[in-house]
């Protein structure tokens, strides 16, 4: 599997929804694992950026999919970032 920062920015829609139903961001968890992406970690954070989840996807497709998704919602802005383990980077630099 590999590993994806999912970068998420409230949408005006999405900064209500929170207001008044704050559980919702426990829902992304539970649809995100339910269609076989694994959540490692969600925060969030302070800045240009709401919310960020660490997860795995078994490949490409799966990600594109989640995270377009989650955009058509109207809730969230997903930035999606592959990530490379700094090991992994550093042995295609030898």
Do not use: C
Not at 19 to 36: F, I, S
Not at 61 to 76: A, C, H, M, W, Y
């Amino acid at each position: 599997m590999a590993t994806y920062i999912l970068l998420g920015t409230l949408t005006d829609e999405g900064a209500d929804k929170l207001r008044l139903h704050p559980e919702w961001l426990t829902d992304v968890k539970e649809n995100l694992e339910k269609t076989g992406i694994k959540v490692i970690a969600q925060y969030a954070v302070l800045g240009q950026y709401d919310i960020v989840n660490i997860v795995e996807a078994p490949d490409n497709k799966s990600i594109v999919r989640v995270s377009t998704e989650l955009t058509l919602r109207g809730i969230l802005k997903i930035t999606t970032l592959p990530a490379l383990p700094i090991e992994d980077f550093l042995a295609t630099l030898r």
